[in-house]
């Protein structure tokens, strides 16, 4: 969203405080975010750091343990019940995922099925598009990231950087409030990591909101409006790319940047 | 009593055998799409997370498959109606065969779904897919490469499993044989004869069988089937029936 006014925004998504662990391992510790509508945050730190978990409870791929995640004003996961909260039923789960789009790092493009075929699956399959309609959008997708004839190609015959594309163009096509996009170019030759980038950073200018796990500081300069840096499952970083780069807070931060950039 | 050739050629051609034959078949087949059905749901139930669930689909898996089919028939077809349940023959039989089919699909159902990678259901689950539209559209038809090897080698270990329904006297191709054999006493020439059904349509089952696989075999690349068959050396379908 361009042209934000100085009046405070509505947050898009607005993470409360949240806790998780697997068994003894607490992997998020009491994060807290709030990401505007528009906003590009890339979200950076250490293997480990907790930042795949973090994205993955937002869509609900994981449960939360402790804590809140509302898209919109919509809580995720959970409902009123008599006062109380308890576990969406699958159905709204579904639904509610349905909001937010997520890019892999490993692609996850189904093998089985056409390039088309895996754009215009969840349109038809889960919001009951028509057919004419999904392929339509589809191809129109699969020009925007620069493969309107891969169409028929399956994801077997497509490079890594083509595949990722593919994958992008998936998860818009159900129309998506959101994207979370998972360390996307982590898997890719370095020749091919520019061709994601470009049409993520497109995506950026486009006004979509945009959570970006990723490594890629270059991506950071040009298209966040704010970095974070994860460690040990805190947010311990949190600021506009310049600041980040020229004049981190934490120790952690220091250390980071000491070791990515040259 | 030595090897009667016009009596061997009698029992190839004889209408009484060709009936127990055709039994075998249609037993087969019915007993292997309830039995498919069956292990179908168990698998689904056994990867459940509810673990009542999941605990009835494992004891059901391990119950059957730890006891000889046979017993299983003797208590399906004599036992029962001990406790007032009687079944016919063939009510019997189907039961018998399709339950424990069942048990050992679900198996091989549930290494065909896990063998489907981690990251496909949170793509599907990402989109917004329910379970049902995940497995449907996503995991299913990627478990299916991995299933139908396993598959037909159990349909082709039906033909011949069936023959035990004989005992409840089930009149199958065996069963028919031994009737054969206790009329005339040439042994020998009859349950030769039904070696030789038993070999045709178990050598049938293979070629069908080939034709299937190949063409679940394709790369997911989109081209067609010839040019994947022509790709491969050895068909481990082709060799099957002649190792069993
Ligand atoms: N499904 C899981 N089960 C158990 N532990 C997990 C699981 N997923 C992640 N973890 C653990 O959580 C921690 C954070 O992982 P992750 O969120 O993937 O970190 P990052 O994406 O920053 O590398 C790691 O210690 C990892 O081993
Ligand atoms: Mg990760």
Not at chain 1, 39 to 68: F, H, M, P, Q, W
Not at chain 2, 80 to 93: F, H, K, M, T, Y
């Amino acid at each position: 969203m361009t042209g934000q006014s100085s009046a405070p925004v509505r947050p898009l998504i607005r993470i409360q405080r949240v806790r998780k662990s697997f068994g003894d391992n607490l992997v998020l510790r009491d994060v807290s975010l709030n990401v505007a509508p528009g906003e590009v945050v890339v979200i950076a730190g250490r293997s480990g750091s907790g930042k795949s978990t973090l994205l993955r409870c937002i869509n609900n791929l994981e449960t939360i343990d402790a804590g809140s995640i509302y898209t919109g004003d919509e809580l995720i996961g959970y409902r009123q019940l008599g006062g109380k909260l308890v576990p969406m039923r699958e159905a709204e789960v579904a639904r509610q995922r349905q909001e937010l789009g997520m890019v892999f790092q490993q692609f996850n493009l189904f093998p089985h099925l056409s390039v088309l075929d895996n754009i215009t699956a969840a349109p038809i399959h889960v919001r009951g598009e028509a057919r004419s309609s999904a392929e339509a959008y589809g191809r129109e997708l699969l020009s925007r990231v620069g493969l309107p004839e891969k169409a028929h190609a399956y994801p077997k015959q497509l490079s890594g950087g083509q595949q990722q594309r593919v994958a992008i163009a998936r998860a818009l096509a159900m129309r998506p409030r959101a994207m979370l996009f998972d360390e996307p170019t982590s898997a890719l030759d370095p020749e091919m990591i520019s061709e994601v980038l470009d049409v993520m950073i497109d995506l950026s200018r486009q006004g979509m909101t945009m959570i970006v796990v990723t490594h890629e500081m270059g991506f950071a300069r040009a298209a966040a409006d704010r970095v974070i840096l994860m460690h040990q499952g805190e947010i311990v970083e949190n600021a506009p790319p310049e600041e980040f780069f020229t004049a981190p807070k934490s120790e952690a931060t220091k250390q980071f940047l000491s070791k990515i950039l040259p | 009593m030595t090897w009667s050739w016009p009596d061997f050629l009698e029992y190839l051609v004889s209408p009484y055998m060709m009936r127990g034959a055709w039994t075998t078949v249609w037993l087969s087949v019915v007993s292997m799409v309830i039995g498919i059905s069956l292990g179908f749901v168990a698998a689904l139930m056994k990867m459940s997370h509810n673990r009542v669930v999941s605990g009835i689909a494992g004891f059901y898996i391990w119950l059957w498959r730890g006891t000889p089919l046979l017993v299983q028939l003797v208590i399906i077809y004599a036992g029962l109606p001990q406790l007032g349940i009687r079944l016919g023959v063939i009510e019997s039989a189907i039961l018998g065969l399709a339950v424990n089919e069942g048990a050992y699909f679900a198996e091989i159902m549930r290494s065909g779904i896990t063998a489907v990678d981690k990251g496909q259901h949170d793509a599907a689950r990402a989109l917004g897919m329910t379970y049902r539209k995940m497995m449907q559209i996503v995991i299913l038809p990627q478990a299916t490469r991995v299933i139908v090897p396993p598959l037909g080698n159990q349909f082709l270990g039906m033909l011949k499993t069936s023959s035990l329904a004989s005992v409840i006297s089930m009149e199958e191709l065996l069963r028919s044989a031994q009737q054969l054999a206790q009329i005339e006493f040439r042994v020998l020439e009859v349950y030769f004869v039904a070696a030789i059904y038993y070999l045709a349509m178990t050598t049938a089952w293979g070629f069908v069988q080939r034709r299937i696989e190949s063409h679940y075999d394709r790369p997911f690349d989109g081209r067609d089937s010839a040019a994947a068959a022509a790709q491969r050396t050895v068909d481990p379908a082709a060799t099957e029936v002649i190792s069993r």
